[in-house]
């Protein structure tokens, strides 16, 4: 039996708060965690809000079929796939259109920040798997790509940190969930190298007034401030660990050596 979505009448409840309890310009929970699988040069996984994406990036590395490549800069590939259980519906396994179009977009938007002219002739590719989808996956594996590339070790001039705003029920609102996203009245997704100020995305589909749009403009860059800090802290942590790792092995070392000392 096919299931079947209930539309709801308004996005925006009496008490001015949004359908999952969240004030207009709030965001959704995120959480990130930095080199997460063993085989990947680098990775990410991310959830935001019921999202569920892993990220994977491999290379620089030799370019094949060799044709494709650039003779000043590395070639920089994304491939967004999502898993047959993502949705609620059954996904064909088959790659879609909507599918290749996000993989062509986050490309755009993540090679601003990438040095790519430090390794010609070569290719970066970018692994993004959507485990579990609720609106606003483009921009959730751009924030999940990101982290992947830094963990990496591949040079960037900035991390990508990307948000999407909107409208419902009359109201600008930040970080759309899939409702939202499908029955809203507009949704604009947008990423930035935050540090620099450089947008690298920016879609629009819906219609908003110029007001809005300037209105959603800022509480979209007020989002990507929060989420790109959240970056940090994730890539942060993830270093300190390692850190702490290196001291406690060199602690157990000197103490070997100083056992060592004492027998002989």
Known sequence: M?????????????????????KLDELRPIKFEVGILSQADGSAYVEHGRNKIIAAVYGPRELH?????????????CLYRMATFSVSERKSPAPSRREAELSTIITQALQPAIFLEYY????????????????????????????????AGIPLRDLVAACAVGKADGQIILDLNDLEDKYGEADMPMAMLYRRGDVTLL?????????????????GKTGISKIYQLQKDALRNKYLSIRGEVADESEVKIEISKEVEEDE
């Open 65 to 77: 079929p060799k044709h494709l490549a650039l003779q000043d800069r590395a070639l920089l590939r």
């Open 2 to 22: 096919l299931f079947e979505e209930k539309i709801p009448e308004k996005l925006i409840r009496s008490d001015g708060l949004r359908l999952d309890g969240r």
């Open 203 to 219: 879609q629009m589909d819906g219609q908003f007034t110029i007001d809005e749009f300037n209105k959603a403009l800022e509480l």
């Open 120 to 151: 010609p002739r070569t290719s970066i590719d970018v692994y993004i798997e959507i485990i579990e989808a609720d609106g606003g996956t483009r921009c959730a594996s751009i924030n999940a790509a990101s982290l992947a590339l830094a963990d």
